[in-house]
């Protein structure tokens, strides 16, 4: 299947991106190149599968960074949301949802293990998931949160946000987390509470405690909520062991 791709040689002393074969001296010029591609390729739609994969690829990113912040703007009617390439980023795991040469969703997972310790998206000075949740005895195990997922809205109805979602749980149940984590506002939370419970999953939403407000929020309330994988770990059940095995080889 064709793919955007990065380079590694030099034209210049510039790195060289390329798409098939046509090549770019920036990530602008294949951004503008990539946005043409997306308009033609839409009356398309129905010929082409939509697949999946965790990806590295630089000029994949770069169209779900641009999908992301267009979608996040547009859903959750924010003003001034940036979602350019970050560090957080760097440190995840990025899925992506493509048809073709088109990236039409993705999200990104963030890690935190015992032995590697970090703090997530929604993780600061004045909030730990640890210091919220004594319940969970979260400083003893490996848990991630899920953050930035975003589907192009002409794909809403295809089952396109009920795959990746699936595929994003069946990640965290591979790297042994016990918890998968996320924020949204309340309308969202609902559609993911519908979602999750679809693919036998329970989603826990915790009313009591209060997600600070940050800048990018734009004042809107956020809340969290999180699936409990403790019953899957470890290939405990068959159905979704066999299904990361499946995953794993596809």
């Known amino acids: 299947m064709t793919t955007l791709m990065f380079d590694n040689a030099k034209v210049k002393d510039q790195p060289v991106y390329k798409i098939d074969d046509v090549f770019f001296n920036s990530l602008e010029e294949m951004s503008a190149y990539s946005d043409l ?52 980023d760097d440190i995840s795991h990025i899925i992506v949802a493509k048809q073709g040469l088109q990236c039409v969703g993705g999200g990104r997972i963030t890690l935190s293990t015992p032995a590697a310790r970090q703090k997530l998206p929604m993780e600061g000075a004045d909030f730990t998931l640890e210091n919220a949740l004594h319940d969970l005895k979260l400083a003893e195990c490996s848990y991630a949160e899920v953050t930035r997922i975003a589907v192009l809205s002409e794909y809403s109805k295809d089952n396109v946000i009920t795959q990746l979602i ?85």
Request: hydrophobic share 40%; net charge positive.
């Open 37 to 88: 591609v997306r308009k033609m390729v839409r009356p398309q739609r129905k010929t082409q599968p939509v697949t999946f994969e965790f990806t590295r690829d630089e000029g994949l990113l770069h169209q779900y960074c641009i999908l992301r912040e267009e979608m996040f703007k547009k859903v959750w009617d924010l003003s001034h949301f940036k979602a350019q390439k970050d560090k957080i």
């Open 166 to 250: 699936d595929h994003i749980i069946l990640k965290i149940i591979s790297h042994q987390c016990k918890f998968l984590f996320f924020i949204s506002p309340m309308t969202m939370t609902r559609t993911h509470r519908r979602v999750v419970n679809n693919l036998g999953y329970t989603l826990t939403t915790r009313k009591d405690v209060i997600i600070p407000d940050r800048e990018e929020y734009e004042g809107i309330r956020m809340f969290l909520s999180y699936i409990d994988l403790t019953p899957y770990i470890g290939g405990a059940d068959d159905v979704v062991n066999a299904k990361i095995n499946e995953f794993a080889e596809a």
